[in-house]
C-alpha cells in the first residue's frame, strides 16, 4: 500500500506565506513526477506546480513567482512554499505522485487527502 500525507494547511492573512509538505510512505519502488494541485469551492481541481525525479519544475501561469515547488527523494516528500497569498489562493490543496511499486512493473498516480488552505482578506 501506498500512502501520500499533506500537512501545513492552514489560516493566513492575504500576503502570508505557508509551507504545504507531502510525504509518500508504503511499498515504492521509484517515484516519477510529483506535484500539487488544488480545488476551490465549486470549482474543478487544477495543477499548482509539479517537480520531476531530476528537479524540473512546472508552474500554473496563477502562482508563477509566488509559490516554489522542491522535492526531498530521499524522504520521498515534495514540499510547497506558498508567498505573497491571495484571496484566490484558498483551496484544498492535493499532493499528486506518479509512482511505481515494489512489484508492479507499471507507474500510477496516487493522491493525498488534501489539505484545507484559507487566505483571508
Known amino acids: 500500500q501506498v500512502q501520500l500525507v499533506e500537512s501545513g494547511g492552514g489560516l493566513v492573512q492575504a500576503g502570508g506565506s505557508l509551507r504545504l509538505s507531502c510525504a509518500a510512505s508504503?511499498?515504492?519502488?521509484?517515484?516519477?513526477?510529483m506535484g500539487w494541485y488544488r480545488q476551490a469551492p465549486g470549482k474543478q481541481r487544477e495543477l499548482v506546480a509539479t517537480?520531476?525525479?531530476?528537479?524540473?519544475?512546472n508552474y500554473a501561469g496563477s502562482v508563477k513567482g509566488r509559490f516554489t515547488i522542491s522535492r526531498d527523494n530521499a524522504k520521498n516528500t515534495v514540499y510547497l512554499q506558498m508567498n505573497s497569498l491571495k484571496p484566490e489562493d484558498t483551496a484544498v490543496y492535493y499532493c499528486n505522485a506518479n509512482l511505481r511499486q515494489l512489484g508492479f512493473l507499471l507507474y500510477k498516480d496516487y493522491w493525498g487527502k488534501g489539505t484545507l488552505v484559507t487566505v483571508s482578506s
Open positions: 508504503g511499498s515504492i519502488f521509484s517515484i516519477n513526477t
Open positions: 517537480i520531476t525525479s531530476g528537479g524540473s519544475t
